[in-house]
T-cell receptor
């Protein structure tokens, strides 16, 4: 149980366009979802935390107008990279938490490789 | 600010040798510490957390508040232990988790 999927697994887009990444909890309802960014050979950097039905909380230095996060339901969160630039190329990973007494554990998606040309 | 440090990017050990993956943290409050593992071509998954004080796949980790460390140990390494290991900290009461930079464990047959 507790499977998180991401779609697409990889995407290539042109500079200036927007791209949407979906994160779904397949067999559980996720109270909270997280979006991370991972550069090559570096750690995961938390971008934002989102709770269903409310605005996402962004980490310092993350542009909320550039990285739009929508957590429309307990099983779906989306990250939209707007007006993408080559420096946005990265590996984006989402995770989901059950909440409550199980809030300590995050279930991770497989990640999405974004390449902006 | 909370921070997690994993000083080793790569740790190579022979099969059957003991393993210790180091993790140090800085946090002023009461942290929750975790170890996550990522096997080749698989997603990140929770290995263990300090609160449970359990052994998973032969791995244990003890929180040492005096030394602000949470090292991961296993007495006898197996080839299937080869993976990327991340130490992580969650500040009490909040869900935000801070990850270390990770250590790649390579078990040599």
């Amino acid at each position: 149980g507790a499977v998180v999927s991401q779609h697409p697994s990889w995407v290539i887009c042109k500079s200036g366009t927007s791209v949407k990444i979906e994160c779904r909890s397949l067999d559980f309802q996720a109270t909270t979802m997280f979006w991370y960014r991972q550069f090559p050979k570096q750690s995961l950097m938390l971008m934002a935390t989102s709770n269903e039905g409310s605005k996402a909380t962004y980490e310092q230095g993350v542009e909320k107008d550039k990285f739009l996060i929508n957590h429309a339901s307990l099983t779906l969160s989306t990250l939209t990279v707007t007006s993408a630039h080559p420096e946005d190329s990265s590996f984006y990973i989402c995770s989901a938490s059950l909440g409550g007494v199980y809030s300590y554990e995050q279930y991770f998606g497989p990640g999405t490789r974004l390449t902006v040309t | 600010a909370q921070r997690v440090t994993q000083p080793e990017k790569l740790l190579s050990v022979f099969k059957g040798a003991p393993v210790e993956l180091k993790c140090n943290y800085s946090y002023s409050g009461s942290p929750e510490l975790f170890w996550y593992v990522q096997y080749s071509r698989q997603r990140l998954q929770l290995l263990l957390r300090h609160i449970s004080r359990e052994s998973i796949k032969g791995f244990t980790a003890d929180l040492n508040k005096g030394e602000t460390s949470f090292h991961l140990k296993k007495p006898f390494a197996q080839e299937e232990d080869s993976a990327m290991y991340y130490c992580a900290l969650r500040s009490g009461g909040y869900q935000k988790v801070t990850f270390g930079t990770g250590t790649k464990l390579q078990v040599i047959p």
